[in-house]
């Protein structure tokens, strides 16, 4: 959980330095990341992570940890795909 939270903040300030880069509002862009970021954090905690977790119960540390980093790992990668999005997105709003 703690990398979960480390993650979601280091998205936010990654996506508001990239929105002042290409001259954007970054707290929109901020805002936008956080949310995709802890829609997908959740949605993979409550149908993958939780289920898993369930199963695993009586296995050792090493695996229900590796299980709780899959939500940020698949938010992670969510943040990268809006990022990109947005990237773009100013691309193309700049040159038309």
């Given amino acids: 959980m703690l990398f979960a939270k480390i993650a ?3 998205i936010m300030v990654w996506f508001y330095q ?3 880069k290409q001259q954007e509002n970054g707290m929109k862009w901020a805002i936008t990341g956080l949310v995709g970021y802890w829609l997908v954090w959740w949605i993979v905690t409550l ?3 939780n289920p898993l977790l369930e199963t695993f119960e009586r296995s050792s540390a090493l ?3 590796s ?3 899959i939500p940020a790992i698949a938010a992670i ?3 990268l795909f809006i990022r990109k999005k947005f ?3 100013a691309f193309e ?3 038309q």
């Fill in 8 to 10: 979601g903040i280091l």
């Fill in 47 to 49: 149908s993958i992570a």
């Fill in 18 to 20: 990239t929105a002042k």
């Fill in 77 to 79: 990668i969510a943040a």
């Fill in 87 to 89: 990237l773009v997105d």
């Fill in 67 to 69: 299980i709780g980093i």
């Fill in 93 to 95: 709003s700049k040159n």
């Fill in 63 to 65: 695996i229900q940890m």
